[in-house]
């Protein structure tokens, strides 16, 4: 029997100016550029191993086989690696989430980055961190921001050769961290993926593409000069126009819950006495409360004592994703 096996370790990433609707569903070549932070504590850890005694692909994930859709998401990836490499053989994936199941919070991008990574040196292709980014995105569109590491730019591009992520500075840039508050830890009704496809059903959407690139100039100016206060504003001005859009898709997207706003509205009181932190909420209900380092165990107490909050996880800038 002939093996080839690799290990990768990828991290979760926070989208500070989302990505919500393609313009090329297959391709997932998005309708607007986005930017993110990784997030060093939530990671997948993803090995790949081909093996010629397999009759068909097994998936792992986090100690259960994976069926359905999740099993076929997966195999669709393997199968681009495989035509890449030109190679048949099946494969054995043993992925494993270091954050809580059940906290609610997506895994795509760390599992898909990671996934790429480790199957294509185990199909002994040799690729760029670029074109790396570029095969994780034909997976989960955000996962070609966890690829490269700290602060990455997804240039939305027309073509798929030139839509990848790109780091614009370095982890160590600046010490922002990510409070999140799990207001509910089931999983959400509606997916990203199907929630891209209702995107254009929202006379807003128009508008939200459109006033993009507006923000994205803000927000990666605020990053670069380590402006926290018009960082905020931008971020959150951003996820509430993507929200904004879900709730007029048809059919209607509505993430939040009670405890939701009441985050949001306390995280706007707080920064209004001085406390740098600014909100961003992704395809779900749970509050990622964007502060400096500084301030960590202050924005921690503040968030756990609101009514609804059920657990809070802390999490720094990440580097790109790497084979261990
Ligand atoms: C709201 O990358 O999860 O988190 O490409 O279908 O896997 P697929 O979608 P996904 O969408 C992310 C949506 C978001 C915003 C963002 O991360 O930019």
Not at 153 to 176: K, N, Q, V, Y
Not at 236 to 257: G, K, Q
Not at 303 to 318: D, E, K, N, T
Request: net charge negative; with cysteine.
């Amino acid at each position: 029997m002939q093996t080839w096996r690799a290990t990768a370790i990828g991290s979760a990433n926070i989208a500070l100016i989302k990505y919500w609707g393609n313009r090329d569903h297959v391709l997932r070549l998005p309708s607007n550029s986005s930017l993110s932070m990784n997030l060093a504590a939530l990671t997948t850890t993803t090995t790949v191993e081909f093996r010629s005694d397999l009759a068909d692909d097994v998936v792992t994930i986090d100690d259960v086989e994976a069926t359905g859709s999740a099993r076929e998401r997966v195999i669709a990836h393997l199968d681009r690696v495989r035509a890449l490499a030109n190679i048949n053989a099946k494969a054995s994936v043993i992925s494993h989430n270091n954050f809580p199941a059940g906290t609610g919070l997506a895994s795509s991008a760390s599992a898909f980055a990671a996934l790429t990574a480790a199957a294509c040196v185990a199909a002994g292709l040799q690729l760029s961190a670029d074109a790396l980014s570029r095969l994780a995105r034909r997976a989960s569109g955000s996962a070609c921001r966890s690829v490269p590491g700290g602060f990455v730019l997804w240039d939305a591009c027309d073509e798929d050769d030139c839509s990848f992520g790109r780091t614009i500075a370095p982890a160590d840039h600046w010490d922002l961290t990510d409070v999140i508050a799990i207001v509910e830890s089931a999983h959400k009704a509606t997916g990203s993926t199907e929630g891209h496809a209702l995107a254009d059903t929202s006379p807003f959407q128009a508008v939200r593409v459109a006033s993009t690139p507006g923000r994205l100039e803000c927000c990666k100016a605020a990053l670069l000069s380590r402006d926290f206060p018009a960082l905020a504003d931008v971020i959150e001005e951003d996820t509430l126009a993507m929200h904004a859009v879900m709730m007029t898709s048809a059919p209607s997207l509505l993430y939040w819950r009670p405890a939701t706003l009441a985050v949001m509205q306390a995280v706007r009181a707080w920064r209004k006495d001085g406390l740098p932190v600014g909100f961003t909420i992704d395809a779900g209900p749970n509050v990622h409360c964007i502060c400096t380092a500084q301030v960590v165990p202050q924005v921690e107490d503040l968030v756990r004592a609101i009514p609804g909050v059920q657990h809070v996880l802390v999490s720094g800038v990440g580097d790109a994703c790497q084979l261990v």
